[in-house]
Every structure is written in C-alpha cells, then in structure tokens.
C-alpha cells in the first residue's frame, strides 16, 4: 500500500486546512485509519483515527472539537478537516494505516508526511 497525502501549507492562526490521504496498489477498506503528527526532535502523536467501517472515531485531546477525520472507501481515501488552528499545530502530519490504535508501531503503511505551518 503506498500512501500519498496533501492539502499541507501555511495558514494564519484561526484558519482552516484540510487533509487528504489516497491509498492505492491495495484497498484500505479492512483498515484503520488514523492521522499522526509529529513536531521537530519529538515521536510521533496521534491526532485522529478511525475504524474501517467508520463507526468508531477518537480524537487526541488537543483536537478539542477542532478536526474531523472521515474516509471515503469508494476513493480509498481519508481525510483530516481542521479548523480553528493555532500555532501549536504546526507540526508534520502523517496519514497511517494499520490497526485502531493510537501507537505508531499498530501502523503497517504510513504516508511521506505533509507539512501544516500555522502563523500569528
């Protein structure tokens, strides 16, 4: 499976952006999904995650409402909609696919990573 995200770039504070992960040489429909992101010198942190079918979404904490992550199985393809950003957003993001979990290692195909820079 290999893993092509974009939407990325520089936004103001309070702005949104919106994500996109499109899979391809395999379906993703018997997969998690999540969304990871991953500041300078840190691991990686878990930002969203969805289950195959949908039915079960988490968010991290820090989301507070902000992001919504969705799939579209037809288009083997998830999305991160985020609104509200801050600064602290700013961050590398990584689309993952693998097992409902909110550990890097449950991941088995992950995404080249898209940067999100928010500014005041």
């Known amino acids: 499976v290999q893993l092509q995200a974009s939407g990325g770039g520089k936004v103001q504070v309070g702005d949104s952006l919106s994500l996109s992960c499109t899979a391809s040489?395999?379906?993703?429909?018997?997969?998690?999904t999540a969304w990871f992101r991953q500041f300078p010198g840190n691991e990686r942190e878990m930002v969203a995650r969805i289950t195959w079918s949908g039915d079960m979404l988490h968010y991290a904490d820090f989301v507070s409402g902000r992001f919504r992550i969705s799939r579209d199985n037809a288009k083997n393809t998830v999305y991160l909609q985020m609104t509200r950003l801050t600064t602290v957003d700013t961050a590398v993001y990584y689309c993952?696919?693998?097992?409902?979990?909110?550990?890097?290692?449950?991941?088995?195909?992950w995404g080249q990573g898209t940067q999100v820079t928010v500014s005041s």
């Open positions: 993952a696919v693998g097992r409902y979990s909110i550990y890097p290692a449950d991941y088995d195909y």
């Open positions: 040489g395999r379906s993703i429909n018997n997969y998690a």
